[in-house]
């Protein structure tokens, strides 16, 4: 399902709660804003949080350390991101406006802090050689099972040319996901699968893919779009990069 929240009286776009709102997300994610000079404190007795840099300047303070982060937009910087485990309490103070994606799920696991910088994620191009170039994209990972095994979350992001297609060929997989989509120009639009089901997406929308839904999606010609992808790990069954190839479209990996 999609939707375009708006942001409430205390600057928070609730995109799914684990209680509450689009609940089958198993997992809070929200989008905050802050203002200069403002600033937000996180902690949680059971849920592990991780908070992404979505463009601003920001401090983000833990553990007794303190770390600087900055992006001009999801589009000319990567991210910096702060992944504590259940217990630990962060503060993020803004310097500039500036946004926060922030994610946040129940996780009985203690792990070491982590403070990602641009230099620790991982950026892949896919399907620049395939299918004419239609499905030409970037996709940037910052914690999946690989490198945070103790963790019940998946966070990345997907650099999306103009016209061109993401999350293809079409796919599903058990664990549910969600996708937070910016685009370059404010009226920029694409659309978004889940199953048979189709939603024009637009700047700061989002749309919650059900389980073993296929979730290809689309961007308009002239307009970028970024969406930051969102995964919720299952009991006995993390997301380890596996993806279930929609059967017919099952020949567009065939090398000839």
Known sequence: MYERPEFNEKGEKILCLEDGKNSHMLMDVWVKRLAPGESVSLQSAQKETAVMLLAGEVSFAFEGRQEKGERRS???DKPYCLHVCKGKEITVAARKESRLLIQRTVNE???ET???TPEKCTLQEFGSAQWEGTAHRQVLTVFDYDNAPCSNMVMG???????CWSSYPPHFHPQPELYYYEFDKPQGFGVGFDGEQ???VEDQG???ITPMNAHQQAAAPGY??????LIRHLEGDPWRKTRIDVPEHAWLMQED
């Open 74 to 76: 999801v589009f000319q």
């Open 109 to 111: 696991r203690e792990f």
């Open 114 to 116: 982590v403070f990602y």
């Open 157 to 163: 992001e997907v650099f999306h040319r103009p016209g």
């Open 198 to 200: 189709c939603f024009k």
């Open 206 to 208: 989002c749309l919650t």
């Open 224 to 229: 970028r779009m970024y969406y930051a992808w």
